[in-house]
């Protein structure tokens, strides 16, 4: 057997530290029994995903060093490697699960599904689709069909007994099928939902080994029912553990850098990352915790991954970071400094924006020093000036944040319009907005022009900021209590995600 494994991101945002954790683990695995790594970008979510976080994910994966032999920007012989160029695969394969059976239309509308979702929240009955198309005459769905109406494709789960899985880490597992939802395969737009284009194109590419997150064991029920459905031989599973926060939480850009190319702005080197990334569920059979990519992967064996919940600690990568640094030579490390962001790529940006605010040359690196930090001193005083409560501080800082992460154009223009909205949705002005930002993102009460200033750190290393700063407070005391916050979330979803 010819193993074969992928990587399968989304590009509905910042390419994330578990993508390069997951592939770096079935990199190694593929070529340790010398076979094919292939990325295939996951886009079937047609409001979420972009062009643009695709690229991010090819740039992220390519400068942290993970290659890969099939995929979107380099071809194969399986493709086409984005799914939303393989809509009418998925579409002629779920039309051969209907005429078997093994799928139906549904006709259920989102009012009726939100009712029913209300009434089992109050019933405290579990959560999922009722099955109530599930039972309606073929005459019925061909006038309702040929009518127009509007209608998703399910998948027709057993209901009875137990999904007993496979998996090469755990052993077996079982899973009842009661808690196994009638899945929609197809949705209303034609698009396939992840469940049904991830399994056929994991068929069709001849995935072998599929090596991915634990979050996914209680959908492998809905990917082997599909396998059988189709009469094709599932791939052999294997779940690895997720990366954790310090405080055993699941990692997230909410308490920690989640981006890739965070790490690559702030300078970490990706080696370095790379082999941190190996050592958290995995430990060489020499005992040495310092390794290659090219060594992970001549020696890797899927027997010593370790299934404890890894800590993602920053303050440790940030010590095995300076390791690999102090190991340079000198003119290797300069090297590095010049491809990082000392060049003059970077200065000649830099340059038009300090030149208009100079009186003399050596004005230049303290003015710009912020643009090469990651974390900066902050004062909690300087952040809360004019404010009699610090804690609308912390709002404001929160909203920040929450606008930041959710932001799909990065370029002055748009964070400019996103600082507005904030403004006038929190009802103050724009300028003591901007007053607040540029203390948390600049260090300073002045600075460059923050929206240039913010395009060239990034959006990663900008979010940083924005976390350091609400550290910063509430190391002060300004903290928000769990009402607040929870109210503060509340009404930001209503004012801010509703409306846009």
């Known amino acids: 057997m010819t193993v074969r494994t992928r990587i399968a991101p989304s590009p509905t945002g910042a390419p994330h530290i578990g993508t390069a954790y997951i592939a770096l683990f079935n990199y190694a695995f593929a070529k340790k029994n ?8 996951e886009d079937t979510d047609q409001v979420r995903s972009t062009r643009a976080s695709e690229i991010a994910i090819l740039e992220a994966l390519r400068w942290i060093g993970l290659p890969w032999d099939e995929g979107p920007d380099v071809g194969g012989p399986k493709g086409p490697y984005r799914q939303s160029e393989r809509t009418e695969i998925y579409r002629q ?29 109050a019933d405290k009955t579990r959560i999922g689709y009722d099955g109530l198309c599930s039972h309606l005459a073929a005459d019925e769905i061909r006038r309702r069909i040929d009518a127009g109406e509007p209608h998703v494709i399910r998948l027709r789960t057993p209901g009875q007994g137990e999904c007993v899985l496979q998996d090469r880490f755990r052993g077996e597992i079982r899973i009842p099928w009661e808690t196994i939802d009638d899945q929609i395969l197809l949705k209303a737009d034609g698009f396939p939902t992840y469940h049904l284009a991830n399994v056929v194109d ?20 809905k990917h082997l029912l599909l396998y059988e459905a189709f009469g094709w031989t599932p791939p ?6 997720l990366l954790r926060n310090p405080d055993k939480s699941k990692l997230s850009k909410r308490k920690n850098p989640t981006g890739i190319l965070f790490y690559r702005q702030a300078g970490y080197l990706p080696e370095a990352l790379l082999n941190f990334l190996g050592l958290m569920a995995y430990s060489p059979a020499d005992g040495n915790e310092m390794f290659d990519l090219a060594t992970m992967a001549s020696t890797f064996d899927l027997d010593r991954v370790s299934l404890g919940g890894p800590i993602f600690d920053i303050q440790k990568l940030l010590a095995f970071n300076g390791r690999y640094i102090r190991d340079l030579k000198a003119d290797a490390l300069l090297e590095r400094l010049k491809t990082w962001m000392l060049n003059d790529e970077v200065f000649s940006k830099l340059v038009p924006l300090a030149q208009p605010r100079l009186n003399e040359l050596s004005d230049f690196v303290p003015m710009i020093s912020f643009v090469f930090a990651d974390r900066l001193p902050l004062d909690a005083a300087a952040l809360t000036k004019g404010f009699e409560d610090p804690l609308r501080v912390a709002e404001l800082l929160q909203v920040v944040q929450w606008e930041v992460e959710r932001a799909a154009d990065w370029s002055v223009d748009a964070i400019k319009a996103m600082f507005l909205t904030i403004a006038e949705k929190e009802d103050i002005k724009f300028k003591t907005l901007l007053a607040i930002c540029f203390v948390a993102l600049t260090g300073n009460t002045v600075s460059l022009p923050l929206f240039d200033a913010m395009v060239l750190m990034g959006r990663d290393l900008s979010l940083r900021r924005v976390q350091y700063a609400q550290e910063t407070l509430a190391a002060a005391g300004t903290v928000l209590s769990g009402k607040a916050s929870k109210k503060l979330m509340n009404d930001y979803e209503l004012r801010y995600r509703k409306e846009s």
């Open 236 to 241: 052999v599973f294997a779940h690895l553990p």
């Open 202 to 221: 994991d068929h069709l590419m001849e995935i072998s080994h599929v090596i991915r997150g634990e979050e996914w064991i209680s959908s492998t029920p």
């Open 93 to 121: 394969q779920c039309d051969t699960l209907v005429a078997t059976g093994k799928a139906y239309p549904c006709f259920c509308s989102t009012e009726r599904l939100a009712a029913l979702r209300q009434q089992q929240e």
């Open 34 to 41: 010398g076979g094919q790594f292939i990325l295939r970008i």
